[in-house]
Every structure is written in C-alpha cells, then in structure tokens.
C-alpha cells in the first residue's frame, strides 16, 4: 500500500511539473517571442530568449559613435553600480548595435574590454540589418544610417522583466539612472 | 493488491503519454509560423526606374538615390488580408501576440475570420501594425516600400513624375487627406498617377519597412532630422519645400507611430527588388512598367 502511495505521489508531481510548465507561457508582449538570431561578443548565436529568466537593461547603440553613445554607456554603466551586487547575477545589461556591419563579435568583445564592461552580466549583440530594424521597433526606436559611417537615433534605455516584458523606458541622455536600477532591483526581487 | 497496483501504474503512464501525444497534435500558432502556407498576391505590380531625388526634409543639395524597384499598383485589400489570416493564424485577431499589435488590431472585424458587414472586401485593410503588414508582404513574396521609394512614387500627380512644384499639387492631396471615412472606399476607383498607380493618397496612409526612420523627438544629435526640420512652420516654408505640406503631414504622421500601432486609415501596399532586366534602363518607365505579378 505504501508503494502505491509512493507511485500515485510520483505521478502526481510528473503531472504538476508538466502543468507548471504549461502556466510559465510567454505573456504575449513578451520580447522573447521574437525568433530572430543573435550573435553576442563571445561570438555564440543564439535567439533572445536565451536570456529569459533575468532582468534586462537594454540600449541600443554603435560603437564608433562619438557622440551621445559615450553617455548611454556611462549612463548604463551607473546603473550597474546601482543594482544590488548580489542581484547582478540574475540581471543582463545588454548592449546591441545598429551597425551590425563593423560592429562584428570581436570588435564589441574588444570595446567591452576597452570600456570595462567584460563581468558576465554585459551582453553584446548583434544581428542582420532586418532583426536590427525590428527589435529598435520593439523598443519603439527611431534610427537612420545618415552616412556611411554615422547614424542618427534616439536614445533609450529600456528594462525588461525576466520574462520580457517592458516595464519602464527612459529616453534622452543624462537619464534617471536611480529609477532605472530601482526597477531592476524590483523586476528581480519578484521574481 | 499488486495486480490493482500494476493497473494503476500502467493507466496512469497510458494517461500521461496520451496527453503528452495531444500537446503536440494540436498545432498550435508558433507551429503554424514555422511552416508559413505560400500565398500569391492579386496585386499588380509597377516598375518604378528609381533616379535620385530630393527628400522632403533636409538639405537642400543632398540627393537620395533610389534603385529601380517595382510597387503594388494598389493598397492590399480587406479581402486580401482575410485570406492572409486565414492561412496565418498567428496573424488573426485573437491570436496575434500583444508584442506584435496592440489591442485595437482588426477592430472591426467581427470575429477573426469574419469581415464586419457591409464592409467592401475591395476597400484597403486597415487597424494593422508594421509587424502585420510586414508579415503580409513576406508572405506573398514581397517586402514593404521604402520611406524613400514611397516619397519618390508620391512626387507624380496624374501628367508627370515630379509634380512638387505645382501648386496645385499639395493643394489636392491635403483636400483628399482631410476627407473622413475615406479607408472604406474601394481601390483602384480614382484615376491613377503618372506611374499607372492607385490611391497614393485618396483612401488611406501607408506604412513603410523604415517608417522609424524618421527621428522627430528625444533626437540624439542634432542631425538632419530636427524637431525644426520637421515641425516648425518656419521651415516648411522654407525656400525648398513651400508646396509640400502634404509631405510633412505625412512624416509627422510618421514621426508619431509606433510599431505595434494599429490606426483606422493606416494601411499598406507591397513592393519588390526588380531582377536584373535590360529594360530597367529605358529612360521612359511608364510603357515598360507593368508586370502581372
């Protein structure tokens, strides 16, 4: 009798497993829905939600950028420092680039040494031009290739849920950095 | 004891399988996605030579080349979006993710494959955001126009290729922008524009692949794009483009939109790359232009 009491109770938490994972569903404006392919600076390839499960500070920018880019690394960069280090772990602050083209793996493996930015929590990435266009317009980022090697584009600073949700954007530079790692440090409190 | 005990254990794996096996029976939308049924498009398309020309913003000197490329002759209908969504039901109203359309997608749909009534099928879709109409374009072998091959289809009226500097111009396309209800009109019913190509302006806006291109606020440089050169009275009347407030409607327009934004006169229309044909290179586009799709 024992032993069946056993098997029953196996069974039922074979069946409550499966059901969990049936309520862990994407919510639907989810970013991780996107199915496009991704190269970060340690050149592995993967779609976004391969970053589920964390907390994400995402900005857009293109390494060769002299001007407001410097700011919206600085500007993240601060928020770094303002996320509880023992929450670092379940945070990515990601970096992707609108310039695909020079902004290869290598070179954005060499601006994170160069700026500081190599601890496991900075993502680089990076994509074709299309999954670029469409993950700015998932950020609701306006930008335009003005020659060949500059770009105009908007500044934004966007935080995602771990399960990637937008909950908060702060555009322009110069940003309330405070209010962006409060949201970080909320996002992976709750979770 | 032990035999009751067997039945349970092997009922309970046959349950387990079973619904195991029904989960993944049951295609779902992602899977639907993954295995997209190929659509052919009714439209006719037109070939458009491209050239250089003159955006409406920025510069005056600053010539933006277009390559020839080829463009629906009409916007993509309601009928025509049904029977998209008919094959892609990631596409119809109750499924389509929050991430790709907001809440007011299909609107007036009355189910997600049901038209609303007395809606003309013939009459441009619309309440449908770029990731859809991207979709759409995708599905049927074509790609979404160009800001900058749009503008230049935009230029002709109904006698030349670039009517920018006749006042009537702007004139006419403002009266036809300011006419309500007009997305519920059939196409292909007003006159066509130099280029054989209809309803540029007369029923409804129209999305475009680089739509966010057009940086109006919380600019990042003080590049081409200020809010100056776009907005500010002051510059549209301006040496260069006096005769073209119809052309800033249309990029306040889109200055203003968002991706996921579904809007009750915003439509769409496909376009293509051309092959590479001999023909391109004739000096007169218009004869040589029209090829069924």
Request: proline share 5%.
């Amino acid at each position: 009798m024992k032993q069946l009491f056993c098997i029953l109770a196996a069974i039922f938490v074979l069946f409550s497993c499966n059901q969990d994972k049936a309520e862990k569903e994407l919510p639907s404006g989810s970013i991780f829905h996107l199915t496009s392919q991704w190269q970060d600076q340690y050149n592995h390839s993967y779609q976004l939600d391969a970053l589920r499960g964390k907390a994400l500070v995402v900005v857009m920018i293109y390494t060769s950028c002299k001007a407001t880019c410097p700011l919206l690394v600085a500007d993240m960069k601060k928020i770094e420092k303002q996320i509880k280090p023992s929450y670092l772990h379940k945070t990515s602050l990601v970096l992707v680039t609108i310039d695909p083209e020079k902004d290869t793996p290598e070179h954005l493996a060499g601006f994170a040494k160069t700026s500081g930015m190599d601890a496991p929590h900075w993502v680089f990435l990076r994509s074709d031009e299309a999954a670029t266009q469409e993950f700015a317009n998932v950020l609701s980022m306006k930008y335009k290739k003005i020659s060949p090697i500059d770009f105009s584009h908007s500044n934004i600073i966007s935080v995602f849920n771990p399960d990637g949700e937008l909950i908060l954007q702060e555009e322009g530079t110069g940003i309330n950095t405070e209010k962006v790692a409060g949201k970080v440090n909320e996002a992976v409190k709750g979770s | 004891m032990k035999i009751q005990l067997i039945h349970i254990i092997v009922f309970s794996v046959v349950a387990w399988c079973a619904s195991c096996n029904l989960q993944e029976a049951v295609p779902d939308a992602e899977s639907q996605a993954l295995q997209p049924k190929q659509l052919s498009s009714q439209a006719k398309m037109v070939l458009i030579p491209g050239g250089a020309y003159k955006p409406f913003y920025g510069s005056d000197t600053a010539l933006v080349k277009v390559n020839p490329f080829l463009i629906d002759e009409r916007p993509v209908t309601n009928g025509e979006f049904l029977a998209f969504v008919k094959a892609h039901l990631q596409w119809q109203r109750s499924q389509v993710k929050r991430l790709y359309a907001d809440t007011n997608y299909l609107h007036d749909w009355v189910g997600d494959t049901v038209l609303p009534e007395g809606i003309n099928i013939d009459a441009p879709v619309t309440q449908l955001s770029w990731y859809a109409a991207k979709a759409y374009a995708t599905a049927v072998g074509k790609r979404l126009p160009l800001l900058d091959e749009w503008e230049l289809v935009a230029m002709a009226d109904e006698t030349v290729p670039n009517a920018r500097e006749k006042k009537s111009y702007s004139d006419k396309i403002i009266d036809l922008y300011l006419v309500k209800n007009r997305q519920y009109n059939a196409v292909s019913q007003s006159p066509p524009n130099y280029w054989g190509v209809y309803n540029f302006f007369d029923l409804v806006w129209e999305w475009t692949d680089d739509f966010n291109s057009v940086l109006v606020t919380g600019d990042a440089r003080s590049g081409e794009y200020s809010d100056n050169n776009l907005f500010c009275a002051g510059s549209a009347t301006s040496a260069t483009d006096v005769l073209n407030y119809a052309a800033f409607m249309r990029f306040s327009m889109r200055a203003g939109l968002k991706a996921h934004y579904t809007v009750a006169n915003l439509g769409f229309r496909c376009a293509k790359d051309v092959d590479d044909k001999p023909l391109l290179t004739s000096p007169e586009g218009r004869d040589l232009a029209s090829t069924g799709e």
